[in-house]
């Protein structure tokens, strides 16, 4: 599985941006998905992750209520829609993939494959 991010951009603080992450391979659809971020001189940290299906979702306490995760199984995508950005959102977002574990309801995941980092930058 090959995993393709963009989205990523400048935007000031209050602002939205939309990140989106396609997919290869024909087993799109059993792969729990997710995105994960990096800000400068930290740890790369959970940020959301979708089920199979789409019917679950988790978020970390940092981004809760304020980002969004979506997927089209058809279209190979899984998508973050950030809203309400704050400085502190400022890092490389990557999007993963589990293709071993069944959904559970935690605010992390095992990743067997990550895209290559996009670059979110919020200016205050």
């Known amino acids: 599985v090959q995993l393709q991010a963009s989205g990523g951009g400048l935007v000031q603080a209050g602002g939205s941006q939309r990140l989106s992450c396609v997919g290869s391979?024909?087993?799109?659809?059993?792969?729990?998905m997710g995105w994960f971020r990096q800000a400068p001189g930290k740890e790369r940290e959970f940020v959301a992750k979708?089920?199979?299906?789409?019917?679950?979702?988790q978020y970390a306490d940092s981004v809760k209520g304020r980002f969004v995760i979506s997927r089209e199984n058809g279209k190979n995508t899984v998508s973050l829609q950030m809203n309400s950005l704050k400085p502190e959102d400022t890092a490389v977002y990557y999007c993963a993939a589990d293709q071993r574990s069944a959904w559970t309801p935690i605010q992390s995941m095992n990743v067997d494959y990550w895209g290559q980092g996009t670059q979110v930058t919020v200016s205050s």
């Open positions: 391979g024909r087993t799109f659809g059993h792969l729990v």
């Open positions: 979708i089920s199979q299906g789409a019917r679950s979702k």
